[in-house]
């Protein structure tokens, strides 16, 4: 079935460093959602990328899918305590769009 | 509106026990899923309804879970016997089916079995 990976696993970086999270995907996907949850918190939606190539930046955070739409990115410029959490990708299971396939996430701790 | 609602946010139980988790969905929307958490297998997908029909639940373990949607705004997730490795965060999320399939998470209930 479907797979869609993440790496890192965790990252730790100081507060002003900037963090990248990659989303690879084992089939071509339609559209791809992120998704952020905090420590004890439920996963919450960002955003979702359906055209291939398309960039969309929500202050900084910069969000890419790949041409080939298989991957995925998430930058963060200058990481503020705020962004600490786990960062999810999740594409549709199948040809559907109902039903999501998340990645394993990447956990962000942000030292002040 | 409140968001998904479940209910009960924390549950503990002693292996053998029957647990019965509930979610409200957001009112309008016709898609609900049940995904269950663990630190080694992260977010999986147990059961998807569409229009209170389950139209997938191969994510569903073994036949100690069910669920069940008896209408647009309740659904259950059950679990019996509940056995020691069933202890997760069990999340409830709704959608409204179309192109932006945005998933809204409830809290959560965090199931332990001892």
């Known amino acids: 079935g479907q797979q869609v990976m993440q790496i890192p696993q965790y990252q730790h970086v100081q507060e002003g460093e900037d963090f990248t999270t990659y989303c690879n995907s084992s089939t071509t996907l339609s559209n791809i959602q992120w998704y952020k949850q905090r420590p004890g918190g439920h996963p919450v939606f960002l955003i979702q990328l359906v055209k291939s190539g398309e960039v969309k930046k929500q202050k900084r955070l910069t969000f890419q899918f790949g041409e080939a739409k298989k991957n995925s990115s998430l930058h963060i410029t200058a990481t503020q305590t705020t962004d600490v959490g786990t960062y999810f990708c999740?594409?549709?299971?199948?040809?559907?769009?109902?039903?999501?396939?998340f990645g394993k996430g990447t956990m962000l701790l942000v030292s002040p | 509106d409140a968001g998904v609602i479940q209910s009960p946010r924390h549950e503990v139980t002693e292996m053998g026990q029957e647990v019965t988790l509930r979610c409200k969905p957001i009112s309008g929307h016709n898609s609900l899923f049940w995904y269950r958490q663990t630190m080694m297998r992260g977010l999986e997908l147990l059961i998807y309804f569409n229009n209170n029909v389950p139209i997938d639940d191969s994510g569903m373990p073994e036949d100690r879970f069910s669920a069940k949607m008896p209408n647009a705004s309740f659904s259950t997730l059950k679990i019996q016997p509940s056995e020691p490795r069933d202890s997760a965060v069990y999340f409830c999320?709704?959608?409204?089916?179309?192109?932006?399939?945005?998933?809204?998470f409830g809290q959560g209930t965090r199931l332990t079995v001892v």
């Open positions: 999320a709704s959608s409204l089916e179309k192109e932006t399939t945005e998933a809204f």
């Open positions: 999740a594409g549709p299971q199948g040809s559907g769009y109902s039903t999501l396939t």
